[in-house]
C-alpha cells in the first residue's frame, strides 16, 4: 500500500494589504522579511515586542507567552508578536512599519579588547560616524571576519561624542560567533552596526529605581546609570547583580566610582547563586531575585536585563508586590536560535 502526502499549500497573510505567501510553520515575521518587507523587528525570538502588530482577521498559533511583553489594552486590541505569531489560515494584519525607518548602518573597527571574566569580553568599537541611541538600547552587530553570523548586543556606554561604543560580551557554549569574539584577536577588525534597538531605557521620572542585572546584563543598565548621573543622579538606586561565583563579578570598580558620585542613596548589592563555590564568599547567596523584596522601598521603577528566567522570576515578583507593570522595564537576554541572518 502506498500513501500520498499532498504538501499543504502556503497560507496567505495579508500585511499592511499586501499579499504574502507563509510556508507551513514559518513565522509572520520571516515570512514578510523573506518577501522584502522592511518588517520592524531587532530579537526575532519574543523578547523586545519591535514586531508587535496587530491582528485585524484570521488566527494565529503563539510560538510563546506574550502576556509578559505586551499590555492588557495591547492584548486586547488584538496585537501580536510577529517573531512568535504563525498563521492558521488566511490572517490579515496591520504594523506600523516607519517604526523601522529609525535604524542605521554605521560602519567601525574594533579598538579594544579586554576580557573582564572568564566568559566575559569587552569590545570597544570606533564608528565612522555618530550612532544616536539611548542607553539601554543595543545594536545588531555584523563582523567581517564572520559576515555569515550576526548577533545583538546591548551598549554598554551612553553615547560618547567621539562616536566610540563598548558591548559585553558572553561566550555562549556553541556560540559561532561569540566564541570567536571571546578567543581571537580582535583588534582592527571592521564591523557594521544596525540599530538603534530596543525599548529598553530610563524613562523620566524621580522615584527610586531599582536595578536588577545577571551576567553580561549589566552592560546597559550601567549605561543608564551613566545616563542618569549625566543628568543629576539624585533617584535612589538599588543595584541587585546576580552572578554565579566570585570569577562572575566584574565592573566593579566603576560601579563604586559611580556609587561615589551620585547625588542620593546607591546600594549595590551582589549575589552569588552557586553555593558549592567560593566557601569565603561573606555576602547573600541564592537567587537574585529572592532579593528583590527587600528593596522595595517606595513606587519603585524598576529595570531589569539578563537571562529569561531571571527576568520572569522578577517580573512576578514585582507585580505581586503591587508594582505597575508600567513601571517595570525590561530586556531578556536570550541564546535561542533564530532564522536566517541571527546567528549566536
Known sequence: MFSFFRKKPPAQARINGE???????????????????????????????SCKCRLVSGQVRELTETSYILSDE?????????????????????????????????????????????DITRLVVQLEQSLPYRAGQYAELSFDLLPQHARSFSFAT???????VSFFVRQVPGGVLTSALHSRALVGESVTLAGPLGDFYLRPASAPLLLVAGGSGLAPILALLEEALATGGERPVTLLFGARAQRDLYALEQIRELAGQWNA?????????????????????????????????????????????????????????????????????TTLPVPATASV
Open 265 to 333: 542613596p546607591f546600594n549595590f548589592v551582589p549575589v552569588l547563586s552557586d553555593a558549592a563555590l567560593d566557601t569565603s564568599w561573606g555576602g547573600l547567596r541564592g537567587q537574585v531575585t529572592a532579593q528583590i523584596g527587600q528593596h522595595l522601598v517606595g513606587a519603585v521603577h524598576a529595570y531589569l536585563c539578563g537571562p529569561p528566567g531571571m527576568i520572569d522570576r522578577a517580573i512576578e515578583v514585582l507585580l505581586n508586590a503591587g508594582v505597575a507593570r508600567e513601571h517595570i522595564h525590561f530586556d531578556r537576554f
Open 158 to 164: 551612553r553615547q560618547q561624542p567621539d562616536a566610540q
Open 19 to 49: 499579499s504574502v505567501a507563509v510556508q507551513a510553520g514559518e513565522t509572520l515575521l520571516h515570512a514578510a522579511l523573506r518577501h522584502g518587507i522592511d518588517f520592524p523587528h531587532s530579537c526575532r525570538v519574543g523578547g523586545c515586542a
Open 74 to 118: 495591547e492584548l486586547d486590541a488584538g496585537f501580536i508578536l510577529a517573531c512568535q505569531s504563525v498563521p492558521r489560515g488566511e490572517v490579515e494584519i496591520e504594523v506600523d512599519l516607519a517604526a523601522q525607518q529609525g535604524h542605521q548602518r554605521v560602519r567601525g573597527r574594533v579598538v579594544d579588547q579586554q576580557r573582564l571574566t572568564h
